[in-house]
């Protein structure tokens, strides 16, 4: 089984929480998204939509983090994922349908906007222009476009903002009667939101966690559990999110000052 991950991106980091929680063996293959590796020719042909995570499985391509983790728990059974009843399933794959319509894409704004923007602004205007205009979907080329000339001030920001607090006030609510998201067990919902809930705690705004009393103590245990060691936080570069840390604070004051 091979990996073809990021170490920050947050898809990869789903996917290998899943992997340590089920103790599945896997060989890295690391994409340098900040180089373009994800448009090799070699990597589209594995993965045409040019994004990472892509499992390779006893030779079987597997794409989409989501599709990915659903493959993982149907293959791998030992340890399962998915509640055992219907209702709670239903809920598992509603909240991980919501995260990936909405969050996703609104956590891909905030992580530009703020913690890599810095870094592409020290890059020659063409290099820049080069990597946004390989993305595939229109749309999200020219959101990204806007949110690499414009940071935190881009249209499509405060709706991120917001996006984020209503998928954490849906985890809230639902953590106020059980320990996880689709009832007593840690499930792929857990798995799904986990990396967004990370990424606004490195770009310092922790305030949308720490606010939230359940979602509060649910990172504590989830942080807490030995797969997140072995699947997060020994991949994260320590420089990289100390910068991304450092860019949060630096434009506080200015998001706190954005109309919304």
């Known amino acids: 089984m091979k990996l073809y991950h990021n170490p920050l991106s947050s898809?990869?980091?789903?996917?290998?929480?899943?992997?340590?929680?089920?103790?599945?063996?896997?060989d890295?293959?690391?994409?340098?998204?900040?180089?373009?590796e994800q448009f090799a020719q070699a990597?589209?042909?594995?993965?045409?939509?040019?994004v990472v995570p892509t499992l390779v499985d006893n030779g079987h391509v597997v794409i989409e983090s989501t599709l990915i983790n659903e493959y993982l728990d149907d293959a791998y059974p030992d340890v399962a994922l998915k509640p055992t009843n219907a209702a709670s399933r239903h809920q598992m794959r509603h909240l991980v349908k919501r995260i990936d319509d909405a969050l996703h894409g609104a956590c891909g704004v905030i992580t530009y906007?703020?913690?890599?923007?810095?870094?592409?602004?020290?890059r020659p205007t063409e290099?820049?222009?080069?990597?946004?205009?390989?993305?595939?979907?229109p749309s999200r080329r020219e959101t990204r476009r806007s949110v690499v000339k414009l940071g935190v001030q881009a249209p499509a920001f405060v709706t991120a903002l917001e996006t984020h607090s209503t998928i954490f006030d849906v985890a809230e609510s639902l953590l106020q009667s059980a320990n996880w998201l689709a009832g007593d067990t840690l499930s792929l919902a857990d798995c799904a939101l986990l990396p967004y809930v990370i990424r606004v705690d490195h770009l310092a705004l922790e305030d949308e966690?720490?606010?939230?009393?359940?979602?509060?103590r649910w990172y504590e245990a989830i942080q807490?559990?030995?797969?997140?060691?072995?699947?997060?936080?020994s991949w994260l570069p320590e420089p990289a999110i100390a910068g991304f840390r450092a860019a949060?604070?630096?434009?506080?004051?200015?998001?706190?000052?954005l109309p919304r």
């Open 11 to 26: 898809c990869s980091q789903k996917v290998r929480m899943v992997l340590s929680e089920k103790q599945l063996s896997w």
């Open 28 to 36: 890295s293959e690391v994409v340098d998204l900040q180089k373009g």
């Open 43 to 50: 990597y589209v042909a594995l993965n045409p939509n040019a």
């Open 113 to 122: 906007a703020i913690g890599v923007r810095p870094a592409l602004m020290l």
């Open 127 to 137: 290099e820049v222009d080069i990597l946004i205009n390989q993305i595939p979907d």
């Open 209 to 216: 966690i720490i606010k939230r009393p359940a979602l509060t």
């Open 224 to 233: 807490a559990r030995p797969a997140f060691a072995e699947a997060v936080t």
């Open 248 to 257: 949060g604070e630096a434009v506080a004051e200015e998001i706190a000052n």
